[in-house]
């Protein structure tokens, strides 16, 4: 599964007003950076281009281009996206997609797993596209989506519902392996809201248990891969460094596009505390020993401390990165 550490009311009312909220103008919003994610990240195909890891593609991306297509309305390259990912990452049995395209093998998806998060923007950003220009096919496709992601993706254990990061590699008989930057609020609070609470309801509540309860060291920060293991307990991953780093810094960004800041408060505290509104802060920091990394926050980190602080976004050009540049047009657009 992808890993980042390589790398440098309603909800609906609120996407619409996202372009033109008050502090941020229509050549600084969610559209106009929309655009030149597209012209830089995007081929003429509606392929996703990470850049930053040897210009492979995955459904994390194809997703994020999807939604800031719609919330861009540019329907011509939401279009192009799905097409493209539909003919080279959706599965064939069960409604998920393969999680990587990676055009230099001589079989590009060689690893048919998926990837939570990409399945959770692919059929959000398809909900709203059928809401914003009408198509039963894509309400259609987003809710077989949304049926497999609950069939396939959810378990339930140690009293939990616990939303898997892919539907294999992360359940074992002594503990079950989660990304908390998997949980795309907006996505789910629209999938409830289209499906009712009583099939999100608890898939919801659970999530937000758990990242009440997955913070660690005297920070209290998250970190990017977490166990739940017997009775519940939460520790960090086992095998994988205990960082607060480049997967867990959508955690604040999700859960304040959700409203639900609280969750991620002392992220925030953790980031005021160190001028973050104003200096880079390091781009991880270990929860266990304090160690932080060498280099500073890319540029898209910072649009999303600024976002979770509640500053205006830094007035930085879209960066060359692909992850970077998502969190920066992703920070304006939500």
Wanted: charged fraction near 20%.
């Amino acid at each position: 599964m992808f890993d980042r550490r390589f790398v440098v009311a309603g909800l609906f009312s609120v996407m619409a007003m996202a372009c033109t909220r008050p502090g941020v103008s229509r050549e600084e919003g969610a559209d106009s950076f929309w655009t030149l994610f597209r012209n830089q990240f995007v081929d003429a195909s509606g392929r996703v281009i990470d850049s930053g890891n040897g210009g492979i593609s995955h459904s994390e991306g194809q997703g994020y281009g999807l939604l800031l297509a719609v919330l861009g309305g540019d329907r011509s390259a939401f279009q192009a996206i799905l097409n493209w990912t539909e003919a080279n990452l959706a599965r064939q049995d069960v409604a998920l997609f393969s999680w990587k395209y990676d055009p230099r093998l001589p079989n590009p998806v060689s690893d048919p797993n998926n990837a939570t998060d990409g399945d959770l923007l692919i059929g959000w950003a398809l909900a709203e596209a059928a809401r914003r220009w009408g198509g039963d096919a894509w309400a259609s496709r987003s809710r077989s989506i949304r049926t497999a992601i609950r069939q396939q993706l959810v378990v339930e254990r140690y009293d939990r519902h616990l939303l898997l990061p892919g539907r294999t590699g992360f359940f074992t008989s002594e503990a079950i392996t989660l990304n908390p930057a998997y949980f795309v609020w907006p996505a789910l609070d629209a999938f409830a809201a289209l499906d009712g609470d009583a099939v999100w309801g608890a898939i919801l509540s659970d999530a937000e248990k758990i990242v009440r309860e997955a913070r660690f060291g005297p920070l209290q920060l998250p970190c990017d891969w977490i166990d739940v293991g017997a009775g519940g307990k939460i520790v960090p991953a086992k095998g994988r460094p205990a960082r607060f780093g480049f997967d867990a810094i959508r955690v604040p960004l999700y859960a304040v596009a959700g409203r639900r800041a609280s969750l991620v408060q002392p992220i925030a505290d953790f980031w005021r505390s160190n001028g973050a509104g104003q200096i880079r802060p390091p781009a991880w920091i270990d929860v266990v020993t304090g160690e932080k990394a060498p280099y500073p926050l890319s540029a898209g980190g910072m649009a999303v401390v600024r976002k979770t602080l509640g500053l205006a976004p830094p007035p930085e050009a879209l960066d060359t990165d692909y992850y970077s540049a998502a969190l920066q047009a992703l920070s304006r657009a939500l």
